[in-house]
């Protein structure tokens, strides 16, 4: 769903009866076909134009707009996509710092916040399983005997546009805001592994954590995922505990966390308490059946789906984002050039290029590309486009990544989770 600010609420429901009414037309199929079925400017991204609102009887049911988010420490601007367990997305246009403030990075909860610890340096986790030496080390002990390092890196969910599936895929509707780029301070998750020694049969890591199950069962977790060891051992995975220079925040999995840069937010286990070593995948909730996978043959979207053809999502597909102007942004008449900002990036890849149209895809511009501070970090990029008249202008950002796999019109294989959805981002200005 498309969350913009401003507007009236007679507006809103004129337009949601006629979106209705067109869903069932041969209109939207035509539309669908050619531009991907998403147009920016309407209010939940059905496929339509905002004006074609206006043709709507007044009598319509009401249009339940955006709930911003009101938490200690986090922006206004944030939208709430969910309550228990509570998640918010950070709207592209307030992710236009090289560096994402704590203020405005999204929220991704599972199960129940735990009480911020009152001796963080007494935390304590423990690495089991495959290992030769079983560990017990406090956050203390972690930051005394191993050299930290500090890396700027994305750190994705894996719904995130998800809001771009046809038809709706469950869970929380996100658009492009469930992504930031913070900078991570920490030591890499291969050091202590080292220390702990992996057994041969080491294949999988298993992620525990203190936040309790929705359902108050403590012996129940919340949410437990697991990477290939060869990701663990990845250096750029890393066990962490501060963000942006400060100690990590309980909100974000604070005092320590893992950060599993490039792949779905989920495996970045918020709040670490254990990690076990298993000789197999990992079985643990979030691993199975169709939690974070994707399906290995595209399936009819919306059909029944069979666990059986479904894979582990793991690196994120190439995504863009125009972060600066907003969607609905208004100019004086007789402007004639735009300078714009954006994001890039790409799971355990990079972005080769990212390019912009003002004509609804009939031409392409390239946009400047600055590299990354360092692997896993985003890349942003600028560019300077030109406008013929006044009027309504569609601006479109679609990044390429290292391997040529660029982002398409629409979020394309259908799976009932809504992963992988990395659709071009498009905005409306108004000049004039």
């Known amino acids: 769903m498309a969350r913009e600010t401003g507007g009236n609420t007679a507006d809103g429901n004129k337009f949601e009866t006629s979106r209705r009414r067109f869903l069932g037309s041969s209109g939207l199929a035509a539309i669908g076909a050619v531009i991907g079925g998403v147009l920016p400017l309407s209010r939940d991204g059905g496929g339509i134009p905002q004006a074609r609102a206006q043709a709507a009887p007044a009598a319509a049911p009401a249009a339940k707009g955006p709930q911003y988010l009101k938490f200690p420490g986090k922006s206004e601007g944030l939208v709430v996509l969910g309550e228990k367990p509570l998640v918010a997305e950070t709207p592209e246009s307030l992710l236009d710092d090289d560096t994402t403030p704590i203020e405005k990075f999204y929220i991704r909860n599972n199960g129940q916040i735990p009480e911020e610890a009152k001796d963080p340096d007494a935390w304590k986790i423990t690495i089991d399983g495959e ?21 700027r890196m994305v750190l994705e969910c894996g719904g995130n546009g998800r809001a771009g599936f046809s038809p709706p895929a469950r869970g929380n509707q996100w658009t492009n805001g469930g992504a930031g780029c913070a900078e991570w301070t920490g030591v890499p998750l291969a050091d202590v592994l080292k220390k702990a020694g992996l057994k041969p049969a080491a294949k999988y890591t298993a992620h525990y954590a203190a936040d309790l199950h929705l359902s108050g069962d403590a012996g129940k977790p919340s949410l437990s995922r697991g990477v290939r060891i060869e990701k663990a051992m990845d250096p750029n995975t890393m066990i962490v505990w501060a963000m942006n220079g400060k100690p990590l925040p309980n909100i974000h999995g604070g005092p320590v966390r893992l950060i599993v840069p490039g792949w779905a937010g989920s495996a970045s286990q918020k709040w670490l308490t254990r990690i076990t070593i298993r000789d197999r995948e990992h079985d643990g909730p979030g691993m199975t059946e169709f939690s974070y ?20 999502l793991e690196s994120m597909p190439v995504r863009s984002i125009i972060t600066n102007p907003a969607n609905g942004a208004k100019f004086a008449a007789g402007t004639k050039e735009l300078k714009l900002r954006g994001a890039s990036w790409a ?8 390019d912009i149209s003002t004509d609804f895809g009939a031409n392409w511009q390239r946009a400047t590309l600055v590299k990354p501070k360092n692997k896993y970090d985003w890349q942003r990029w600028t560019a300077t486009i030109k406008l013929p008249t006044d009027g309504y202008f569609e601006i479109w950002a679609r990044a390429t990544d290292s391997r040529g796999a660029m982002q398409p019109h629409q979020a394309g294989f259908w799976n009932p989770q809504g992963y992988g959805g990395n659709a071009m981002h498009r905005i409306a200005v108004l000049v004039g």
């Open 131 to 151: 290992v030769n030496n079983k560990t017990e080390i406090t956050l203390g002990e972690l930051k005394s005997k191993y050299k930290a390092v500090t890396r």
């Open 347 to 354: 799971g355990d890849l990079t972005v080769r290029q990212v």
């Open 293 to 312: 996978r994707t399906a290995i043959k595209p399936m009819v979207p919306g059909g029944k789906a069979d666990p059986a053809n479904f894979r582990i």
